[in-house]
């Protein structure tokens, strides 16, 4: 179920490409900035400031991997802090990788593997390098599922509950939380009452933090 048709290349604030798609009526990051959005709220409060216990590897769950920029820059981050990552991602209307290249995100980031990470066979765990092991599934995240509670860290990266209301409700955040390991955190650039409300009612313990420039607020959910 490819979905790169009528998707359209935009430059965002900072410099940065992403992508603008029709049929949904969304970008696939800030308008203000794809680069710093991914920094700020997957790599800085996702990652750099994750408190909760030191799993080695580190597990990160995607929800909607899109561009792959995410992964790309946790890749990077691994090989920064020499800290083995094992990322699983779910994506239901994948790109294709012509798509991403015109968004040039390995010079951006200067992190080379993204053509990798496209390209990865859907279901099989890919070792990148040493330090990353990469999964990517072709499903909804609907319909997911993981049999512990095994993630640290939660990159929640779904389109605005505007257009996918389906996608931010208690039912979604529970099932989330059953392959959460306790002390994980839920990190996500939607901060509207109704998702905290949601978290919470998922047994999340939810923090309001800055958000990147052009967004007030960010969430981060820490399971209980
Ligand atoms: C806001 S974009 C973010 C994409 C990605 N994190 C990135 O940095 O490019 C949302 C992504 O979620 C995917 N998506 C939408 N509905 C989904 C669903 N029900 N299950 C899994 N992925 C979904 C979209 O196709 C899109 O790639």
């Not at 490819?2 to 998707?7: F, G, M, V």
């Not at 900035?33 to 400031?49: A, F, K, N, T």
């Not at 981050?77 to 991602?89: E, I, L, T």
Request: hydrophobic share 40%; aromatic share 12%.
């Amino acid at each position: 179920m490819e979905h790169s048709a009528d998707l359209q290349v935009i430059l965002t604030k900072d410099g940065s490409y992403s992508l603008y798609s029709p049929h949904f009526d969304q970008f696939y990051h800030s308008i203000h900035g794809s680069l710093q959005e991914s920094l700020h709220i997957y790599i800085d409060l996702g990652l750099r400031r994750f408190k909760g216990p030191e799993t080695q590897p580190l597990r990160i769950f995607e929800m909607g991997f899109g561009t792959g920029l995410n992964a790309l820059l946790t890749l990077q981050w691994a090989h920064q802090h020499q800290r083995s990552v094992q990322y699983v991602c779910v994506e239901a209307y994948p790109l294709l990788p012509q798509t991403v290249e015109a968004l040039h995100y390995e010079n951006l980031t200067g992190q080379p593997g993204l053509q990798l990470l496209q390209e990865a066979a859907w279901g099989v765990p890919l070792p990148v390098s040493p330090l990353f092991e990469f999964t990517k599934i072709a499903t909804r995240l609907q319909d997911f599922t993981w049999n512990e509670a095994f993630f640290d860290v939660i990159y929640f990266d779904a389109f605005a509950p505007r257009v996918q209301p389906e996608l931010w409700t208690h039912e979604i955040f529970a099932q989330v939380a059953a392959f959460t390991a306790t002390g994980g955190n839920l990190v996500t650039y939607c901060a509207k009452s109704i998702v905290q409300r949601a978290l919470r009612q998922a047994g999340f313990v939810v923090e309001k933090h800055p958000g990147p420039h052009g967004k007030r607020h960010v969430l981060r959910g820490i399971k209980g």
